[in-house]
């Protein structure tokens, strides 16, 4: 059973950059979060698809924007990288809302985005 | 606004001893809770959670926590830590209203020494 997938793993940029994270959900998972978790911090929410629609969103800027594609796969682009945008990047999938399993969230292994 | 609380940035127990973990929400009604394991340079894995019922869930790897709702508390133990327990540990809450976002706490780094 395929868990939650996330590329790349690292990734250097420079500040004023665009980057794209992607993700791949768990298997029968079709909702899809994404988290900032900045060193020595928790995570913190961004947004999360379902439907190929954002359906919340955190406390981030529109520099940050999301995509769901068919397949239930994500992307997280952030445009204008600044130096306080690097952080490690969690995807999170859970089941379609409506039951309480699906506030049971399955995270990736992350993608650590660096900015100089 | 939700908020989570763990007063303890790190906490160092001897291997065999018992380990508690202090959590704290502040929510106007009962939110879900959860507690999740981070260990160095991975993502994080769901050890256990609390929806309603019983107040004393049990989770992964032996880790166990009780709700307390006169306290707002929801506080991880174990028994006996293992050496491999050394990780960050995340209390996170999520309202039950719909909408699966998860609130975290800053987290607890656990040390175990021999």
């Known amino acids: 059973d395929a868990g939650v997938t996330q590329s790349p793993t690292h990734l250097i940029k420079t500040r004023g950059q665009q980057v794209t994270l992607r993700c791949s959900p768990k298997?029968?998972?079709?909702?899809v979060s994404w988290y900032q978790q900045a060193l020595g911090q928790g995570p913190q929410f961004i947004f999360q698809?379902?439907?190929?629609?954002?359906?919340q969103r955190g406390n981030f800027p529109d520099r940050f924007s999301g995509h769901q594609f068919p397949n239930y796969s994500s992307e997280l682009n952030v445009n204008a990288l600044l130096l306080g945008d690097s952080a490690l990047y969690l995807c999170a999938s859970s089941l379609n809302p409506g039951t309480t399993s699906s506030y049971e969230q399955y995270f990736g292994p992350g993608t650590r985005l660096t900015v100089t | 606004a939700q908020s989570v609380t763990q007063p303890d940035i790190h906490i160092t127990v001897s291997e065999g001893a018992s380990l508690e973990l202090r959590c704290n929400y502040s929510y106007g009604a009962t939110p879900y809770l959860f507690w999740y394991v981070q260990s160095p340079g991975q993502g994080l894995q769901l050890l256990l959670k609390?929806?309603?019922?019983?107040?004393l869930v049990q989770g992964i790897k032996g880790f166990e926590a009780e709700f307390k709702r006169s306290q707002s508390s929801f506080n991880l133990r174990k028994p006996s830590v293992h050496w491999s327990d050394a990780a960050e540990y995340f209390c996170a809450v999520a309202p039950n209203t719909g909408f699966q976002k998860l609130v975290f706490g800053t987290g607890t780094r656990l040390l175990v020494s021999p």
């Open positions: 609390y929806f309603s019922g019983d107040t």
């Open positions: 698809y379902y439907e190929e629609e954002e359906r």
């Open positions: 298997s029968g998972h079709d909702t």
